[in-house]
């Protein structure tokens, strides 16, 4: 069996987890991750959909990248799309703050780095 979906180069659409559906112990543990932590803020800095997976400079290969990203879009987190041959990103910050008011903004706070 194969992940692609729709014919050669197509890969599946990536499941999204509704943030309202999202334990807080699941949200912490999401960004609990020095790598994640640098993926919301950067995304946090950003457009929607302006981001690729690729662009970020984190210390990680494709693979571990691609997995922190399915940990993101697990805790309700992050929102990709593919555009072409790259999957694009948006924070949805919106839906994530309405369902732990607060804690995103905890996250983004450059008075606390580190």
Not at 19 to 24: F, R
Not at 34 to 39: A, G
Request: charged share 25%.
């Amino acid at each position: 069996m194969t992940d692609q979906v729709g014919g050669a180069g197509h890969r599946a659409a990536p499941v999204h987890t509704d943030p309202d559906e999202v334990p807080l112990l699941t949200a912490l543990s999401a960004l609990a991750d020095p790598v994640r932590i640098q993926l919301v803020r950067e995304l946090a800095g950003s457009d929607d959909w302006t981001r690729s997976c690729g662009s970020f400079d984190v210390p990680v290969g494709k693979a571990a990248l691609s997995h922190h990203f399915t940990v993101l879009r697990g805790a309700g987190l992050v929102e990709q799309r593919d555009q072409g041959a790259k999957r694009v990103n948006r924070l949805r910050r919106e839906e994530f703050e309405a369902r732990f008011p607060g804690l995103l903004d905890l996250l983004l706070r450059t008075d606390d780095v580190g």
